[in-house]
């Protein structure tokens, strides 16, 4: 009976406490950092709308389809990965950015108005 190896009682409970406060720790983390990615999200697609507005703006006044003060906004919604948007506005643009989920505090859209020249 000398020789039985095994763990005690003490070494699994202290294990035990460990792999808890470990728990207590990191859970709370991981839906910070959940919903941080999910914000960032948001804003890349925000900025990725915002530069396919200024790509358009660009192709226009090459091809001679704007001026210096005018273009065509994109019609319709523009896929931007998980995300759907729009483009509207003249020198003052505005990109709306809608989603499958709940955006930025819980907002079911989200724009940014910014000026194109």
Known sequence: M??????????????????????????PRYIDLQTEARNKAVQGAI????????????????????????????????NVGDYYGTI???PSVTV???????LINGATNLSKTFTMW
Request: aromatic share 4%; charged share 5%; proline share 3%.
């Open 2 to 27: 000398k020789n039985q190896k095994g763990f005690t009682l003490i070494e699994i409970i202290a294990v035990l406490v460990i792999l808890g406060i470990l728990a207590a720790v990191a859970v």
């Open 88 to 90: 509207a506005g003249g």
């Open 96 to 102: 709306t950015v809608t989603g499958p989920t709940a």
């Open 47 to 78: 900025a990725a709308l915002q530069s396919t507005a200024t790509m358009t703006y660009a192709q226009q006044l090459l091809n001679g389809a704007a001026t210096a003060n005018s273009w065509t906004a994109p019609a319709g919604t523009v």
